[in-house]
């Protein structure tokens, strides 16, 4: 039975009175203590938590921190090595209450991770390890006297077999606590680091730094002197400021190419409303921007109109601080400064310590250092550290801990190394740790829970399954169409004639969510990971290959459990009369590569030969099996051509074609694989691919209105059209942006046919004026806001590649509780709660693009190695032809066709010389000035020579690498003649624009590995090749969806505003 | 300082509650000698106190009387010093108009009013400590005094408020929770039948919770039925003791 206390507590009310509250506080005889060393686990209640999460029996030793510790160290509590902690209640709501809701989440998402060994005890809920607090009694002291009773009563009630430890920072615990239970130890968490983990140098470095700087701190806030920046304004006077309209609440989004000036704060929904601001609001200068960083929610005032500022158009580089005033500003807009923050988002970022000779500039501060960090957009942390020398050459991972008011420069501490400066690992690891993206290998306890499949003990389907499973091996013709060397297959299609002479036609995808388990260990590992992550020469799964390549993968000739959805088509208008879902058995027939199956199509049987299941057959029944899969894929791709005209006809935009191969050029390296002319097959598995996600979206959308996941896709702003028509007015066409369907047919007809690469650019710039599209809950948006403009569906979701998204895995549960719904049988539990998915939702959607932008990252990496070592002046290859397509005030963007780079190129030098180009073509530097108009920019020497470029113009530019010892190296281009660049063999590299990524990663690659490996060359470069390939080795109709997500990836401006 | 976690991970609530654990009531019939039937009840840190007279003939206007039932009158106040910071309310202000009203529906609905025709029923009800849930402690507070004035119903009416946090149906709400501004919902049930006496809600809840938040509700006023049912059986022990000796 539960007992009643009541507490006292005394409030302050908002008119400075105070005030009695009584509060009831009820105890209970058991609380679940969920250590499996308990007596009665039944009457605990153990393991009946959200999670059933329970310590592990293996540990030495159960650790309790005291509140102060959780507060200060959680970071360290964090590593997986450090087992068996218990969490007090007590010290729970101590970091709830005073480190804020951050802190308090991360603790909360710490106790939910099976994969970390701690629980929470409730113990403040338990009626003998309840202590009211006395009166007097300071709320520090009672804290630790609860806490510590607490471990006392845990000890007893696991029968004394497992001594205790607390961990304080309190002197006086020690003493009055440290001999009062045997059993029960009480030392300080240094001296607790020291005895049970001496080995465990990141914690002891960390814990050196988190002290470290926790001191300096202290020392700060009694010296503050003269402040830096405007103190932030309390929280409810944020809040009742947002309300009445006087502040504005957004996202800071700093300018990458201005970091120290410009910064922009992007609206957030509800705040704008009544204000008539469209656009965002211009934050100038770092004293405006008062300690917020990029990616914090801040409030915001504005300025009164007098001191608003224009944005810059100019090219970024020389600083901006010699610049004349008002050149180059556009008109003014919005202005204002931030007022306070309400949400921070710090996260881990990789910074580089100063060489040598910059810190001894630094002069007598030697133990506080100022890092730069990598990305540009973050302000220099100070650091306080005796490590500065040995860590120069090596990129490290800090975090900030506070920014007060009275410092230029947050304060931070240093967390680990990840590699040296220009070494690829290291560069790769950084490009990681700045996406958040973490991918340590599979753990053990992971890779449990998966099926084996060895020669010795296959892998069978068990007779239970094949019960409840639809059995479609013995009826069905089932095969893969999937680029050759792929593993993963994640699709395969069926289709045959009824016995009433309609047709059905079936999409079988690879059951995964039969082998993860909802809240598994692999399933945690898969929801955090989200996806697989590309990147120019790896991949990271996020499923362990045992289920990727093997288990979960639809090979031929092996039976599989697959989902499947089956649609019944009237014989000749192929209109859909039944669809069905379920889960099934199949057996490949065929594992077909695109080119076979297109052959096939064609009536060209020379293949037959190729493909190894026709290989051991006679020929009679070759015959037969022959003519039976042509028979099928004709018919496949007479339905797909159907289903393609009816979308169509609604505004599907046609942006998949060779245009877009060439934009996935420039960020993923799967050029090889791009066919020049896209074969049709691609389309007919593209379409049915749609089709199952737009029929399953339908389903579970029916069947779950406020909790099924769908992705959609908003239709995009008219005004960021703009720059797409200037750009094709220049060139003399018209494109019509009012729908989806006018801008596809427009764009089809925006073509030079002197020069291709005008509507490839234009292509590309559609692109990326479009939005994102995302994953969301139907519960928390409208049903009109559902649709899918790049698809012209009005719902679709992803439900055909489970093996490497997680929102599939996702789709496929909510699938299969819809089925079991009809069947009156609810299955429910497993599913989340539309708060909850909303909430991964915008985990996958961050997680999605931090992939890619990770992979378009490490291309620009590969780049720059690249180039880095050609040099420029000599090497044949770095004199390129590109096409100017956009212009700026002080320069040109140029694209590069060849290597599908873009970037930025300056007709004015740092010395303020302009360009100037000689009758021949050739550029030379001379005073003078530059003159930008709507499409085209001059330059005018002093001596009266004038050049202009024009957007659309070929040039000749020198690519060379622009080293950086704190950021990622940056590609330069230099224009060296205004004329296109005419080497006898320009055309074949127009056609065929073949030194391609892949290519170049190759290289790249296997340079770093022979300057490692120099000694042991023996080292088999071309099975790492062979890894590669797999990289690659996707199925076709994921790269269509990739192309149709890179319409859609925020590719923003590369260089300059 | 981060906002209140009404429903921990670990599925407590702030006073130490699970989800559809009850505050303690403690309740106590024929607490005034004077009165035809009185009653005292506390849930948790709620207290109300009620008072029946009747059934008795009309008093002032005879127009009132009702020809084929009796008339049943509820009124509802709440004492000054109910809440945490001491504030006059007056008689017949809208919020106690409001739940005397409440009361008089519900309690029109489990008397057997056709029993005594032209007569009135008066039901007395003064909150003394308010700490959430007073519509409930009043309906509950008022089934007592009934039932020791001897007056025939047709089931106890039981109530019990529930809320909705996070996707989770919370029964018995106290001041903090309700405090926060989630959607509540009161509910006076005839247990015996479970028929609904009362439900009512002012705040916008999703229609598809709607079902788990009622079916809290309906659980925890059973509940009650169990708890108010042993106090009354335990006063009629007490009085067949007196009169017996």
Redesign the interface.
Known sequence: M?Q?R?KVLLLR?FHG?T??????????PSV?CNSPLCPQPATCHNGQ??DGKLLSSDVTHYMVPDWKVVQDYLEILDFPELKGIVFMQTACQAV???R??RQ?NKL?NL??DARHDCV?F?N??QQSCYLPRERGESMEKWQSRSIYNAAAWYYHHCQHRMPIVMVTEDEEAIQQYGSETEGVFVISFKNYLDNFWPDLKAAHELCESILQSRRERENESQESHGKEYPEHVPLEVLEAGIKSGRYIQGTLNVNKHRAQMEAFVRLQGASSKDSDLISDILIHGMKARNRSIHGDVVVVELLPKSEWKGRTAALGESDGDDRAPGESLSEPMPTGRVVGILQKNWRDYVVTFPSIEEVQSQGKNAQKILVTPWDYRIPKIRISTQQAEALQDFRVVVRIDSWESTSMYPNGHFVRVLGRIGDLEGEIATILVENSISVVPFSEAQMCEMPVNTPENPWKVSSQEEQERKDLRKTHLVFSIDPSGCEDVDDTLSVRALDNGNLELGVHIADVTHFVAPHSYIDIEARTRATTYYLADRRYDMLPAILSADVCSLLGGVDRYAVSVMWELDKTSYEIKKVWYGRTIIRSAYKLFYEAAQDLLDGNFSVVKDIPEFKDLEERSRQAKLEELVWAIRKLTDIARHIRAKRDRCGALELEGVEVCIQLDEKKNIHDLIPKQPLEVHETVAECMILANHWVAKKIWESFP?QALLRRHPPPHQEFFSELRECAKAKGFFIDTRSNKALADSLDNANDPNDPIVNKLLRSMATQAMSNALYFSTGSCAEEEFHHYGLALDKYTHFTSPIRRYSDIIVHRLLMAAISKDKKMEIKENLF?N??LEELCRHINNRNRAAQHSQKQSTELFQCMYFKDKDPETEERCISDGVIYSIRTNGVLVFIPRFGIKGAAYLRNKDGLVISCGPDGHSEWKPGSLQRFQNKITSTTTGGESVTFHLFDHVTVRISVQTSRCHSDTIRLEIISSKPHMTPDTELFQQSPLLLKSDLVKEVTRSVEEAQLAQEVEVNITEDYQKYCQTKGRSLYTLLEEIRDLALLDVSNSYGM | MAGLELLSDQGYRVDGRRAGELRKIQARMGVFAQADGSAYIEQGNTKALAVVYGPHEIRGSRARALPDRALVNCQYSSATFSTGERKRRPHGDRKSCEMGLQLRQTFEAAILTQLHPRSQIDIYVQVLQADGGTYAACVNAATLAVLDAGIPMRDFVCACSAGFVDGTALADLSHVEEATGGPQLALALLPASGQIALLEMDARLHEDHLEQVLEAAARASRDVHTVLDRVVRQHVQEASVLLGD
Request: hydrophobic content about 25%; proline content about 6%.
């Open positions: 539960l009643k009541e009310t009175r005030l009695r509250i009584v509060r009831e506080h009820y105890l209970r679940p938590g959200p709830q209450r005073q804020g809701r308090y909360r106790l939910k929470l409730a403040e809920f406020h709660s708060k909850d």
